[in-house]
């Protein structure tokens, strides 16, 4: 199954993944196309056992990141760096999860997105923090505060994916710091 989940790697970071063909996955593999079939029922089952394999650890390297820094906003400033450079130093990872499997609705139903919709909860709890210990106005909506800043992380990276370009995790953080913490704070 390790050569099967490397080999559609190695070709996502080539081609599109609509692109890819069962046999072109064996054959980079080395394996039988019926293995393939045997682990994976469907090809969206395997992009989403690659993108479980990409997230898993940065899901869990967040939650130690975030501990020890102290106040709301340096933990969304945090968080923010660290999604702005998961998606620069994982440009596969990232062609995945925003344009390749969330306009899929087998996507919502997987193992992935529960640990990303846990991501999602984890934002949120900084949010409330910072609303509760006025670092984050009392009219902020957290839900909606929360999605714009996802929805800012994947605009600002999704040109630069689309066209190969250079993401630079810390630019991109000031830039997108300093216009989200003038509103909120």
Known sequence: M????????????????EAITWAEIAKT???NEGLIYKYFKTS?????????????PFLVEIETDLKGIEGSLNQLRR?????????????????????EVRNFPGYFDSDIYQGIQGYGRQILEIIDRGIQNGEIH??????DLRQIILGSIEHLCLPKIIF??????????????????????
């Open 29 to 31: 593999a080395g394996v």
């Open 44 to 56: 969206r089952n395997l992009l989403h056992v690659v993108l479980h394999d990409f997230m898993h």
């Open 2 to 17: 390790v050569k099967i989940l490397e080999a559609i790697t190695q070709l996502l970071e080539k081609k599109e993944f």
């Open 138 to 143: 009392q009219d902020i909506v957290a839900k």
């Open 79 to 99: 968080l923010i760096w660290l999604h702005f450079d998961l998606y620069a130093s994982n440009r596969v990872l990232a062609k995945i999860l925003l344009l």
């Open 164 to 185: 190969g370009r250079p993401i630079s995790p810390d630019e991109l953080t000031v830039s997108c710091c300093n216009i989200l913490f003038r509103q909120i704070g």
